[in-house]
């Protein structure tokens, strides 16, 4: 079977044509905070009482569950016409450590991009209103297959007040394009103002800035910890907002 003639790409599309918006969560670099901020958006999302679903697309190194505190021999996906995500904390959930069980998963090139395309093909996103994917750091096949076969997805860029990470950031939000809808800033300290990179991620997004939180690493593994520390509230007040215009536009 030849690339173009994969019926799973057929698929992707009909899974997807219900969900308003799809938030794509990517940074240049690891360590920046990427995988806790799409978590917290996810859980704030639904608090607010929106359908949301939180896809985990690390397929070598998904991490999503264990700050969700997620045992994938006890939480399982149903398998009815497709894979219906398990729901935490009201959120829709799929990650590839349903699959692997936590297990190492050494994949390259065009393994990764076959695994990638059997979740989008295979999930139900039934309910979902907002989709939340997170995807491993840099421009590796998860986000090229994003930019592929998801024509309509809204970019958050995230990246910490680090020179490198900034210029980094930069090349991704470059790459992207007008898909660029929000700039995430992490462990912002105020000494970065003058940057002039960060003035050109201003000229392409608005740019949010988050404070570092003490409290996080203690927090993990407990969405109820997680939602009441003050990271949760800024991101509350900054991303979240962002994306409640959005579906409301």
Partial sequence: MSYFADPRLNAIPERLKNVKLVAVF???KGGVGKTLISTLTSLILSRKGIGVGLLDLDV???TVHTLLG?????VRPLEERGVVPPKVFGVSFMSPV???????????????????????SITRWEGVDAL????????????LEVLTYIRRFRAIVVTTPSVLAIESATRIADVLGHRVEAV??????GRVAQLSRLDTLKSLAPVYTL?????VEESVGSPEKLMS??????????IVNHIARLMAV
């Fill in 26 to 28: 990517t940074s240049s």
């Fill in 60 to 62: 070598t190194n998904p």
């Fill in 70 to 74: 997620i045992d994938p021999y006890e």
């Fill in 98 to 120: 349903f699959f692997t069980m936590g297990k190492p998963s050494p994949l390259r090139g065009e393994s990764v991009s076959s695994a990638i395309r059997e979740m989008l």
């Fill in 132 to 143: 939340i994917i997170d995807t491993p750091p840099g421009m590796g096949d998860e986000l």
């Fill in 184 to 189: 995430v800033l992490n462990m912002f300290s």
């Fill in 211 to 215: 404070s570092y939180d003490s409290e």
């Fill in 229 to 238: 520390i003050k990271l949760s509230r800024e991101v509350d007040e900054q």
